[in-house]
């Protein structure tokens, strides 16, 4: 049997659709011998990574509130802290280390100074994970080993390549962000910048997807519509639709792994 790759990308709440993927995975028997993970991705690659069932993460994220993830800072950097992101963390995932996991697991973040990704493999995972998806701006850098990183979409929104390195022989590229299109009508100052940034991601992902195709078995994106990754509100249907994308693509990819 080959052995099976998950890149599960960044997206924000959108990427509660990687929980319900992983359990329609589940659900038909398959199990990632690899995942790598960007922002959200991270998260929940980590959480599965680390022993939890797409079951347990479901329960967590569905029952997540904004306070319980924001903390306001005096500190330069960010509007947030990342305490609380940490606090929340660190309930499930305890302080185990990347070589503690079930399955091998790989995050990315970018370290602003140099501009430049930084692959998490080694260490301690939850400073991993929390530079992974600290969303510039929103959350206040975290500061490693003399770096200043942030989110890993911000230069890579689903690490595909990541897991081929890692020894996959299939890939599969969850992206829950899909291409994005700023609404027609007049909006306020900070949807216009978010949509703008939006843009330039559209055509980053879409030149890495094309430059790695012959790396990339797989690339999936579910359909979540114009689901807003900055809110709570439709995590249910991220999960339904993930669990949907799930379903569907099962055969295909134990057909892959099965050739």
């Given amino acids: 049997?080959?052995?099976?790759?998950?890149?599960?990308?960044?997206?924000?709440?959108?990427?509660?659709?990687?929980?319900?993927?992983?359990?329609?995975?589940e659900e038909e028997g398959i199990q990632p011998d690899y995942i790598t993970g960007s922002s959200m991705g991270a998260v929940v690659g980590a959480a599965y990574a680390a022993g939890m069932s797409a079951q347990e993460i479901k329960r967590i994220v569905l029952g997540l509130r904004l306070r319980r993830l924001?903390?306001?800072?005096?500190?330069?950097?960010?509007?947030?802290?990342?305490?609380?992101?940490?606090?929340?963390?660190?309930?499930?995932?305890?302080?185990?280390?990347?070589?503690?996991?079930?399955?091998?697991?790989?995050?990315?973040?970018?370290?602003?100074?140099?501009?430049?990704?930084?692959?998490?493999?080694?260490?301690?995972?939850?400073?991993?994970?929390?530079?992974?998806?600290?969303?510039?701006?929103?959350?206040?850098?975290?500061?490693?080993?003399?770096?200043?990183?942030?989110?890993?979409?911000?230069?890579?929104?689903?690490?595909?390549?990541?897991?081929?390195?890692m020894g996959a022989d299939v890939v599969v590229a969850v992206d829950v962000l899909g291409w994005r299109r700023m609404p027609q009508k007049n909006t306020g100052v900070i949807k216009v910048l978010l949509g703008t940034f939006d843009i330039m991601d559209n055509y980053r992902t879409q030149s890495y997807r094309e430059e790695n195709r012959d790396k990339i078995d797989f690339w999936l994106e579910p359909e979540l519509g114009d689901m807003s990754q900055y809110s709570l509100k439709q995590i249910a249907f991220a999960y339904e639709q993930g669990y949907a994308l799930g379903k569907a693509n099962a055969m295909a990819i134990k057909e892959a792994l099965e050739k």
């Fill in 70 to 165: 924001i903390a306001p800072t005096l500190a330069k950097g960010g509007i947030f802290g990342t305490r609380k992101m940490r606090k929340l963390l660190e309930k499930y995932l305890g302080d185990i280390s990347f070589e503690d996991l079930k399955i091998p697991f790989r995050c990315v973040a970018v370290e602003i100074g140099g501009g430049r990704t930084v692959e998490f493999s080694k260490g301690k995972l939850l400073d991993a994970v929390i530079a992974s998806a600290c969303i510039p701006g929103a959350f206040r850098p975290l500061e490693k080993n003399g770096m200043r990183l942030v989110d890993g979409g911000v230069l890579e929104r689903v690490p595909a390549c990541r897991v081929r390195d």
């Fill in 1 to 25: 049997m080959k052995k099976l790759g998950l890149a599960l990308g960044a997206g924000g709440s959108r990427g509660v659709a990687h929980v319900g993927f992983l359990q329609a995975l």
